[in-house]
């Protein structure tokens, strides 16, 4: 977890103020012992957790991928090849909605909007250096034109049966 207890804070401001404007039917789900705190869902969601990623096509319709998903400091993070279609889906719109779900145990999902990391953006460094050292390689050296994203979150929720 490398989470400060500031971004600990900040996530778990998301997640009741996601909550509390969730519609009542997710209400009635997601709550009690199910409805996950933010320490839980971090405690949860250490290395690579396969995320279903959906982005918007140019006709505004929805598609769905999966992608390699590391949370880091309360944000997701996931790369793509330039030439794959939710690369050109996310230059022309950002917007993504995000879910890890493992059966009826552990399920999060999160709405955001997917901003591209650079050399210039400050987690850049931490970023690529913990992709490093989950698969060895740099990921930016996985081909000639490697994007990596940051889900920048609006709206985030977790249930589950942890502990």
Known sequence: MRETADEVAAMQALMDASYARSTSHLREIVSGPRRLTAEQVLAE?????????????AAGEPR?????GHLLHGSWTFG??????????LA?????????????RLGVFCHGRAVRLT???????????????HYGPDPT??????RMFRVEP??????????
């Open 45 to 57: 969601l250490v290395g690579m957790k396969v995320l279903t990623l959906a982005t918007v096509t």
């Open 64 to 68: 769905l991928s999966a992608v390699d």
């Open 80 to 89: 793509t090849d330039g030439r794959a279609a939710k690369a050109t889906h």
């Open 92 to 104: 022309a719109r950002p917007a993504v909605s995000a879910a890890h779900v493992d059966g009826e």
């Open 119 to 133: 050399p210039a953006d400050p987690l850049w460094t931490e970023t690529i250096e913990h992709w490093t050292a």
């Open 141 to 146: 050296t996985w081909g000639a034109d490697v």
């Open 154 to 163: 609006t709206w985030l929720v977790g249930y589950g049966t942890v502990a």
